[in-house]
C-alpha cells in the first residue's frame, strides 16, 4: 500500500472486528490500517495523511469519543465514522457534535459502512483541496506590497481605476501599473477573479 494514498483507518479492540472490516475494505478496493487500541492509532498516525477514520466506542483506556477529541486537539482532521455494538442516544449526540460523519450499531450492514467511508474520503479529500487552495491564496496575498494589498481590496470592491486613484490619492497610470502587479502576482485573470480570491481570504 502507498503511503500517500487515502486510507481507512480502523480502531478497534476486536481482533475479529478488525479483520473483517479489514477484508471488507480491500475488497473495495479501499487502503486500510488497523489498530487495536487509540494509543497505537494515536502513535502510528501522521497528521496530514489523507483518508478517514473507523472507531470503536468502547475500547478500554481511551473510547472511540475520546479518542476523537484527542485527534481534533492534535490536528488530526480524518473525517470519524464511530462504530459500536452498545450504541445509545447520548453517545450518538455527542459523536455527531464532534463532527462525526456517521454513527453505526453493530451489527451494521456492510455495503452500508464501504458507502459512508467513500462519502467520507470524498469529504476529507475536498477539504484537502481547499486547504491547500486557502495556503496558496495566503502565499501569494503575503507577497504583495502594502499598497498593492490596497489596490487589491478597492478593485476586488468593484472600484474602477479612476475611483481607486482618488480614494489613495495617487495617479491613474500609477493605479493600473499596481494593478497589472496585482493579477501577476496572484496569478489573476480578471478583476472578478481577484474578488473571488478575496472573498476567499477574508472567509477563512
Excluded at 4 to 19: G, I, K, M, N
Amino acid at each position: 500500500m502507498r503511503d500517500d494514498l487515502p486510507t481507512v483507518f480502523v480502531v478497534d479492540d476486536d481482533e475479529a472486528v478488525r479483520d473483517a472490516l479489514a477484508v471488507h475494505m480491500e475488497l473495495a478496493g479501499l487502503p486500510v490500517r488497523t489498530f487495536a487500541s487509540a494509543r497505537e492509532f494515536l502513535s502510528a498516525i501522521d497528521p496530514d495523511h489523507a483518508g478517514c477514520a473507523v472507531l470503536d466506542i468502547r475500547m478500554p483506556e481511551m473510547d472511540g469519543l475520546t479518542l476523537q477529541q484527542e485527534m481534533a486537539a492534535r490536528g488530526i482532521t480524518l473525517p470519524v465514522i464511530v462504530v459500536t455494538g452498545h450504541g445509545d442516544v447520548p453517545a450518538a449526540v455527542s459523536a455527531f457534535r464532534a463532527g462525526a460523519v456517521d454513527f453505526l450499531q453493530k451489527p451494521f450492514d456492510e455495503d452500508h459502512l464501504i458507502e459512508r467511508i467513500r462519502e467520507a474520503l470524498e469529504r476529507d479529500g475536498k477539504a484537502r483541496r481547499q486547504s491547500s487552495e486557502l495556503a496558496q491564496l495566503r502565499r501569494l496575498y503575503g507577497g504583495l506590497t502594502p499598497r498593492e494589498r490596497e489596490v487589491l481590496e478597492l478593485i476586488a470592491l468593484g472600484c474602477s481605476n479612476k475611483v481607486v486613484a482618488l480614494r489613495l490619492d495617487i495617479g491613474v497610470r500609477t493605479v493600473e501599473t499596481h494593478r497589472a502587479k496585482v493579477l501577476e502576482k496572484m496569478g489573476a485573470h480578471s478583476a472578478s477573479e481577484l474578488a473571488r480570491m478575496k472573498m476567499k481570504l477574508d472567509g477563512a
